[in-house]
T-cell receptor
Framework: GQQLNQSPQSMFIQEGEDVSMNCTSS?????WLWYKQDPGEGPVLLIA?????ELTSNGRLTAQFGITRKDSFLNISASIPSDVGIYFC????????????FGAGTILRVKS | SQTIHQWPATLVQPVGSPLSLECTVE??????LYWYRQAAGRGLQLLFY??????ISSEVPQNLSASRPQDRQFILSSKKLLLSDSGFYLC???????????????FGPGTRLTVT
């Protein structure tokens, strides 16, 4: 089946640092989505990308839909403590169109 | 605007007991509905999805079942829980956006199930 490789699996951040994570696949996707999950809560949709090459921002977050349609990245600029959590990428395949393929997640932790 | 509710928020059940988790969506009609399970705070495993009343697709064989008795209600059930059923259960609703049939999903707050 289709799979997404999300990296890194986890990372430590210090306040003010920029953060990057990405997802890659051997399959092409029609849509890329990025979610954030806080502990004990459901994932929240951060950014949706609809076209190859598209670059979209949401505050300090920027995400891009790879030109090959097989990858996407998420950048967080000037991180703050509340950025900690799990970030998931998700791709919408051509078929079936109503199911998403999820990455395994990137855990963001604060460096003490 | 659309909202999605799940209850209960937490549940502790003994092995062999029945289970019923409920999910309801407001503010939209004929949504696609999904049940996911998340173990150990990591990946999301799709369990069931539904494209309409009474229409259920199972993704993973197990002792769980799902039903959709009303358009915006999705129920996850089990007749006899196993220890391995413990986890965080998430309901989601999905829609196609106006952009070339793109699909987005929105999650509920989740139910933490502990089987003892």
């Amino acid at each position: 089946g289709q799979q997404l490789n999300q990296s890194p699996q986890s990372m430590f951040i210090q306040e003010g640092e920029d953060v990057s994570m990405n997802c890659t696949s051997s399959s092409i996707f029609n849509t890329w989505l990025w979610y954030k999950q806080d502990p004990g809560e459901g994932p929240v949709l951060l950014i949706a990308l609809y076209k190859a090459g598209e670059l979209t921002s949401n505050g300090r977050l920027t995400a891009q839909f790879g030109i090959t349609r097989k990858d996407s990245f998420l950048n967080i600029s000037a991180s703050i403590p509340s950025d900690v959590g799990i970030y998931f990428c998700a791709g919408q395949p051509s078929s079936p169109r109503n199911k998403l393929v999820f990455g395994a997640g990137t855990i963001l932790r604060v460096k003490s | 605007s659309q909202t999605i509710h799940q209850w209960p928020a937490t549940l502790v059940q003994p092995v062999g007991s029945p289970l019923s988790l409920e999910c309801t969506v407001e503010g939209t009609s004929n949504p696609n509905l999904y049940w996911y399970r998340q173990a150990a705070g990591r990946g999301l495993q799709l369990l069931f999805y539904s494209v309409g009343i009474g229409q259920i697709s199972s993704e993973v064989p197990q002792n769980l079942s799902a039903s959709r008795p009303q358009d915006r209600q999705f129920i996850l059930s089990s007749k006899k829980l196993l220890l391995s059923d413990s986890g965080f259960y998430l309901c989601a609703w999905g829609r196609e956006t106006g952009t070339s049939g793109s699909h987005e999903q929105y999650f509920g707050p989740g139910t933490r199930l502990t089987v003892t």
